[in-house]
């Protein structure tokens, strides 16, 4: 743990949008002390609860498709959309803030923002998965083309250093003890783990499954000392053999307050699954629950596709397209579940008090703005005791 957690504090100092990645619970402290009343109440669905601009980017389904989704669901919880949005505009606002912008384009993009979600919930844009290349702004759509473009190969030489099928000890991966590996190939007997390493498209049905090697994971900010797996399989024998590495992950209790009434799984990693189904079908189709050591773990293969968005600088005319677009993916995620007279009333609701003018809604200026000012102050505190302990 004290290695983990000087790791931690090192991701965490590096500048404050990472610091706002990896302090989802201050945000959620903020919100329990803030006017909830404020805020707009929407038809209570699956959000990502931690929506910001790293927790998005393009995902592989398992019939080879791409497409722009929400990748992370550890807070998932049936609960207030406003929440995502406030989540994705401070995201967005320490972008503008780390790129030099001026405040006059961080309020031109809160106020697109919410355009582009609205949009989302139009009769016409429901049921929509994969965008067209022209509607995606530059950073995306190279993003995209990357995605695309990648192999096996890359996946291995990324994450494992090689095609060897061993994973490489050292600072990402440490050994695990003979109960840990013992609990990892029985976990990767069950049937259900079968089908999920079976599940693509260019591996047969019935494949043999088994597990080649195993290592703690060190990977992330928020999970680091929790179970993190990396698991490397071989599905299929000879010249049919065909590699893949699993993310196994522990499932914690969300921060996110969920909405009272909502029955959700009582299992964490169920809870994780179902998010991630309702709100992004080509990961969520992916992703499988389990036990391991007592411990809820959700399960995932990691795809050459799956990549998360890298904006740490944007220019003026990127900020404004990128902020229309990724609130349009999370907008999407959250139409999806609503009947037509849900997304009609959450409209009504998101409109309601809103100024004609050229303005972004007061409910979600008002919230970025205070949470631009906690963060950065938070921040700094932090990297202060840091660069004493690290250097006494």
Not at 24 to 49: H, K, M, Q
Not at 154 to 180: Q, V, Y
Not at 317 to 329: G, I, K, N, S, T
Request: net charge neutral; proline share 5%.
């Amino acid at each position: 743990m004290p290695l983990l957690t000087a790791h931690r504090n090192r991701k965490m100092a590096a500048s404050v949008p990472a610091y706002v990645r990896g302090s989802t619970n201050r945000f959620y402290e903020w919100l329990e002390a803030s006017d909830r009343a404020a805020l707009p109440e929407g038809p209570p669905v699956w959000i990502c609860g931690d929506c910001h601009v790293g927790n998005l980017g393009p995902v592989g389904s398992a019939d080879g498709s791409i497409a722009i989704e929400v990748r992370d669901f550890d807070q998932t919880v049936i609960g207030n959309p406003a929440h995502d949005l406030i989540r994705l505009g401070l995201s967005l606002a320490m972008a503008a803030r780390g790129s030099a912008l001026p405040g006059i384009i961080t309020a031109r993009m809160l106020e697109c923002m919410v355009n582009d979600y609205e949009s989302a919930f139009a009769p016409e844009a429901r049921g929509e998965t994969v965008d067209r290349g022209s509607d995606m702004p530059e950073t995306v759509r190279l993003a995209m083309r990357r995605a695309a473009g990648r192999s096996w190969k890359h996946l291995a030489d990324e994450r494992i250093e090689g095609n060897e099928p061993l994973i490489p000890l050292g600072k990402r991966f440490w050994p695990l003890t003979s109960e840990e590996r013992a609990a990892v190939e029985g976990l990767f007997a069950e049937e259900a783990m079968r089908k999920l390493a079976t599940s693509l498209r260019s591996r047969a049905d019935d494949a043999e499954v088994r597990v080649l090697d195993a290592a703690y994971w060190r990977k992330g900010c928020s999970s680091l000392g929790r179970l993190r797996l990396a698991v490397l399989l071989a599905a299929g024998r000879g010249k049919d053999e065909r590699h893949c590495l699993m993310d196994v992950k522990e499932a914690a209790a969300a921060a996110a307050p969920r909405n009272e009434t909502a029955e959700m799984p009582a299992d964490n990693a169920e809870r994780v699954v179902a998010g991630a189904r309702h709100m992004s079908p080509f990961l969520g189709g992916r992703m499988r629950a389990g036990r391991i050591l007592e411990k809820a773990v959700f399960i995932r293969e990691l795809l050459p596709q799956d990549l998360k968005l890298e904006i740490e600088t944007l220019s003026r005319e990127e900020a404004v397209d990128v902020a229309e677009f990724l609130a349009r993916v999370v907008g999407r995620g959250h139409a999806r579940q609503m009947a037509r007279g849900k997304c009609r009333q959450w409209l009504a609701e998101l409109r309601r008090n809103r100024s004609k003018s050229l303005d972004a809604p007061s409910w979600l200026w008002n919230s970025v703005v205070d949470l631009v000012a906690a963060h950065e102050a938070a921040y700094l505190n932090p990297c202060r005791r840091y660069a004493i302990v690290d250097n006494p």
